[in-house]
Each structure stands twice: as C-alpha cells, then as structure tokens.
C-alpha cells in the first residue's frame, strides 16, 4: 500500500500508458514539452553521475521527416505484404506532433570508462539503465499533460535517424522514440 507522500508519484505511473491512436496537435505547447524533457535529461540519474543521456525534441515538419523515413526503411527491407500490414502503424506515429530521440553519449561514457577501468566494461549497460529512468520520467510526464506517447525501436536500422547526424555526433548511438501527439479515441491498427 503506497504510503501518502508517494500517492502522487503511483497516481503518475499510472497514468502513463502507450496511446497510438494520436493526432498532430498538442495538449501543451512545444515550449512545454522541451521544459520536459530538459527537466528530465537535467535530474535523472547516471552511474558516477557521468550525465550521458541526450534527447532531441523533434516537432512538427521534423517529426513527419523522421516517421516518413521509417517509412521507406520498412519499405526496402520487408516482404510487400508484410509492409503493407506495418504501414498503417508508421503513418499512425506520422499523425502525432512530434518525438523525442534518445541517446547516450558514447565518448562521454568512454572518458568515464577510463577513469574508473575497473568497471569501464559496465558502462555501456549502466548508461542504458540510466536513459531507461529518463524515458520513463519523460513519458509519464507527458502523460500527466494529457499528451498521448508511446515508445518505439525503429533504431534497428542505424539509417533511421539520418539527416539529423548533427544532433548526434558521431558518438552518439540512437536509442528509442517516444511519440508524441494528443490522445485519439480511434484506434488504428
Ligand atoms: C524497453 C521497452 C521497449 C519497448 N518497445 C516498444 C516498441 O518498440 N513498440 C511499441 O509499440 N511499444 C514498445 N514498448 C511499450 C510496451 O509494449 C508497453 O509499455 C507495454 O505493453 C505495457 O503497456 P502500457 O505502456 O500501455 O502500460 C516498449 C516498452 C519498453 C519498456
């Protein structure tokens, strides 16, 4: 039984769930949304404090940029039934507002790594850890603004982030998405 001071937080889990029925506008403004996620990456905890974990915010014409090169990812590498069956699912991302690419800094970790040898080999597992706590502050904060998000790995293809390699460095290795965008009461898959 969560005890009083932690109700708010159990309130919060829970709210979060994965929508995917959304459409393109927003509950909050875009300027609330980076407060968020800035908020988050800023107090979120990381093994020896290392603060590795990026995300870039990307709304509106980038998010359709993003989504619509997940597109032809699935396009080029599935059987024509199979992307046939996965293409409303894509399009469905493509109707929200915007989402939020997160990463770790490798080179960060790295220089951790050689401060502390003795653990340099967990660092890539710890920082994992570490984004998982971001995603999920993210997420449930969005959620507690009536923003409809859910999580999705098209990092399987190390192409789906290209054209936006400026934000990632050379270093940087994509993680998951979370999409954004209001909450629909049609479902679409
Ligand atoms: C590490 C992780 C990876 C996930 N990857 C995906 C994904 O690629 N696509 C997706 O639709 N949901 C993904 N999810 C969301 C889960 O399927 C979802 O959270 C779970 O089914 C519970 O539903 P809920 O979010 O509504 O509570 C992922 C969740 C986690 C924690």
Redesign the pocket.
């Known amino acids: 039984m969560a005890s009083e001071k932690s109700e708010a937080l159990f309130t919060a889990v829970e709210t ?5 029925g959304i459409s393109g506008e927003l509950s909050i403004s875009d300027k609330r949304v980076r407060e968020i996620v800035e908020r988050a990456v800023k107090h979120g905890p990381s093994p020896f404090n290392v603060q590795a974990s990026r995300a870039v915010v990307l709304l509106g014409a980038e998010h359709h940029k993003l989504w619509d090169m997940g597109d032809a990812i699935l396009k080029g590498m599935l059987p024509p039934e199979i992307y046939e069956r996965l293409a409303p ?1 894509t399009a469905g991302f493509r109707r929200g507002h915007g989402t939020i690419a997160f990463f770790e800094d490798k080179q960060e970790l790295k220089e951790m790594g050689e401060k502390n040898p003795a653990v340099a080999g967990m660092m890539d597992q710890w920082s994992e850890h570490a984004n ?1 706590m971001l ?2 502050v993210v ?1 449930t904060a969005l959620s507690l603004e009536g923003v409809g998000c ?5 990092n399987f293809d190390p192409t789906f982030y290209g054209g936006h390699e400026e934000d990632m460095g050379t270093s940087r290795e994509l993680g ?1 998405e979370i999409t954004a965008g209001v909450w629909r009461t049609e479902t679409w898959f």
């Open positions: 979060r769930r994965s929508i995917y699912r998982g995603q999920f997420w859910s999580m999705q790995h098209y998951p």
